[in-house]
């Protein structure tokens, strides 16, 4: 093993040098989360991640890109102390009205999906990420995941700025020296610097003094790392209760379940940690924090009338596409594109358009030529109705289905189906006599040799 820069670990509480080299002979967990919304026969009978209703530790690594369910959203490969912002979300953010939550640094979006499935219907998630690159990446990940009332956008924390007050609640899972992950990446302590870790604690600060006055007053931040330095984890705690008038909330835990519960240098606010010898999972922080003071808004902007009028002008579009679902839509336009939303959320798309760069609202339905011709988000949607062609695959015949290869041709099948595995969709086909089609998008396909 590398040796390990001593000086990362002089501060950091109840820290065990020897438990955390045995910790790092080992190899690390293999943890999963099921998406409640598809359930399917994947891992019955695994041990459970402890602090996440649907985690699992399996006992080795499967080849997850040979599972048709995996690329159908039936599950999420993720690590299991993350996991924990479940715990947070659950004990602190209050349900008295539908939700707007905000994850800030999203992609590839593990916090996003496991935030989704907490989310009821009428609550809106919005998940962002500046990169461009990382937030295509994202877009995939929330496809699968299948829900309308997920959005995601690609923006500099700064662009929150505009929606001052309207989140209920926000996560900034932040960009870290990212030393709770070297168990995973030995090649990674080479490249840690004391320097570094100064560098992303400034980015930090940055980042949530840009995005904070997004969320409203008695909104919740859940703020994480996968850092061990005290100066990203309970100094930034401590500059949040004194630059930003925030209290930190205690999280309850089993004990167990092996978290260390830290309290911050000036202010002895609460923060926890994962260290990998105590809890089953990778180095991890996290604190909630609740904001004492701003602005409450529960819209960006009014929708103009021009934007009324228009809505009113599709009502004969919005039945046809209605049948798609199996839960009541809105739509709009974007170019050619038809998007269903919640109808609660329509207000929302009108005015975030304008101020942010959204690369998907809703569910992608598709655009409309002759008929429908569809989107691969609607495949994957969780709210696709009972009405929707299917033509249900093997194992096998799926695989096939994803290396974007013809399935199924010459048993008579015509028109527009959804390819599905074990009940959960992997995307459209268009069958003809003796042919088909296969609709699966070129980035979504499986490029390894079965
Ligand atoms: N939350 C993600 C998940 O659970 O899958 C992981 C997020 S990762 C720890 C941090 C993210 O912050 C990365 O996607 C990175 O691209 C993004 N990021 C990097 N620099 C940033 C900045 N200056 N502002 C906001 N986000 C940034």
Known sequence: MTSLPQHVFDTAPDWNE???????????????????LKPSTAFPEMQRVPWSANGLYLPERPSFTLDPLFHGGAYYVQEASSMFVEQAFQQHVSRSQPLKVLDLCAAPGGKSTLLASLL???DLLVSNEVIQTRASILVENMTRWGQMNTWVTNNDPKDFGRATGFFDAMLVDAPCSGSGLW???????????????????????RILADALPALKKDG????????????????????????MNMTALRVDCDAAWGVTETQSPQHKAWGYRFYPWKAKGEGFFLAVL??????????????????????????????????????????????DMIYAVHPEHKAYVDSMRGAFYIKKAGTAMGTMLKELVPEH?????????????RIALSRDEALHYLKKESVRTG????????????GVGLGWGK???????????????IRMDL
């Not at 919740?220 to 630059?243: F, G, K, M, P, Q």
């Not at 609740?290 to 103009?304: E, F």
Request: charged share 25%; with cysteine.
């Open 411 to 422: 048993d008579g099948y015509k028109g527009w189906h959804v390819a599905t595995y074990e």
């Open 220 to 243: 919740v931040l859940i703020y994480a790392t996968c850092s061990y330095s005290v100066a990203e984890n309970e100094r930034i705690v401590d500059w949040l209760v004194t630059e």
């Open 431 to 445: 069958w003809m006599p003796n042919r088909m089609n296969n609709y699966l998008p070129k980035h979504y396909r």
């Open 377 to 389: 988000d609607l495949a994957l949607s969780v709210h696709l109705a009972e009405g929707v062609s």
């Open 120 to 122: 009821r219907a009428d």
């Open 18 to 36: 020897d438990a955390y080299v045995m910790a790092h002979q080992q190899a690390p967990p293999v943890s999963v989360r099921l998406n409640p």
């Open 183 to 205: 168990r995973k990446d030995e090649q990674a302590i080479d490249e840690w610097s004391e320097s570094n870790v100064q560098l992303c604690s400034e980015r930090q600060q």
């Open 290 to 335: 609740r904001k004492n003071d701003g602005l409450v808004t529960d819209s960006l902007y009014q929708s103009s009338t021009k934007q009324k009028a228009k809505a009113k002008q599709d009502a004969a579009l919005q039945q046809q596409m209605q049948a798609y679902f199996n839960t009541d839509i809105e739509l709009f336009q974007h170019q």
